[in-house]
Nanobody, 123 residues
Framework: QVQLVESGGGLVQAGGSLRLSCTTS????????MGWFRQAPGKERQFVGV???????FYAASMEGRFTISRDNAKSTVYLEINSLTAEDTAVYYC?????????????????WGQGAQVTVSS
């Protein structure tokens, strides 16, 4: 089985920075991409960005500039760094493994999901 575990969430002051980690285990050698989504209370799940295991990252237009996705293949871990946090960033953040479809802008393009990490930004 494949397991994804997010960590690094918590309560952060507005204007601060935070780095989330997503550690993968199991059969992940075939993974082509790892995506990040977030879901705020009462809102739909929102695409944040995706990093391709072949290199390179793509972000939602509203995220680009403050969000950085990176990876450490030796540790089977991907990261999401958020800078200049605002209250609007308060959400549960999920990492997910991309499936074979390559439809990485939509949740249906991912076959395994982490449990989510709560990020709360205080104003």
């Amino acid at each position: 089985q494949v397991q994804l575990v997010e960590s690094g969430g918590g309560l952060v002051q507005a204007g601060g920075s935070l780095r989330l980690s997503c550690t993968t285990s199991g059969r992940t050698l075939s993974t082509d991409a790892m995506g990040w989504f977030r879901q705020a209370p009462g809102k739909e799940r929102q695409f944040v960005g995706v990093i391709l295991w072949s290199g390179g990252a793509f972000y939602a237009a509203s995220m680009e500039g403050r969000f950085t996705i990176s990876r450490d293949n030796a540790k089977s871990t991907v990261y999401l760094e958020i800078n200049s946090l605002t209250a609007e960033d308060t959400a549960v953040y999920y990492c997910a493994r991309g499936g074979e479809s390559g439809n990485y802008f939509d949740p249906t393009g991912y076959d395994y999901w982490g449990q989510g990490a709560q990020v709360t930004v205080s104003s």
